[in-house]
Nanobody, 120 residues
């Protein structure tokens, strides 16, 4: 079993930066991929970024060039560096872990979410 805890969300002005962290505990060796999803009120959940155990990354077109996903295996932690934030980035961000990169499965684990609010 895996437990995921996100942190680092907050309120920032447009153009600012935030760094989200997702700390994993438990059977992390059973995870092939980790990523970040986000969901705004009235909108469906969408993939933001993902990273495999081997270090391969994927990004949503809307965040390419602005966000960077990285990992620290020694700390069992995945990060999302968010730069040049826009009001449309406002959402609850959820950490995800599972066997397949980019897509979710019934075997995935989810964090509780952290709020990111970008003001204009």
């Amino acid at each position: 079993q895996v437990q995921l805890v996100e942190s680092g969300g907050g309120l920032v002005q447009a153009g600012g930066s935030l760094r989200l962290s997702c700390a994993a505990s438990g059977s992390i060796f059973s995870i092939n991929a980790m990523g970040w999803y986000r969901q705004a009120p009235g909108k469906q959940r969408e993939l933001v970024a993902a990273i495999t155990s081997g270090g391969s990354t994927n990004y949503a077109d809307s965040v390419k060039g602005r966000f960077t996903i990285s990992r620290d295996n020694a700390k069992n932690t995945v990060y999302l560096q968010m730069n040049s934030l826009k009001p449309e980035d406002t959402a609850v961000y959820y950490c995800n872990a599972g066997p397949i990169v980019v897509v979710t499965t019934p075997y995935d684990y989810w964090g509780q979410g952290t709020q990111v609010t970008v003001s204009s």
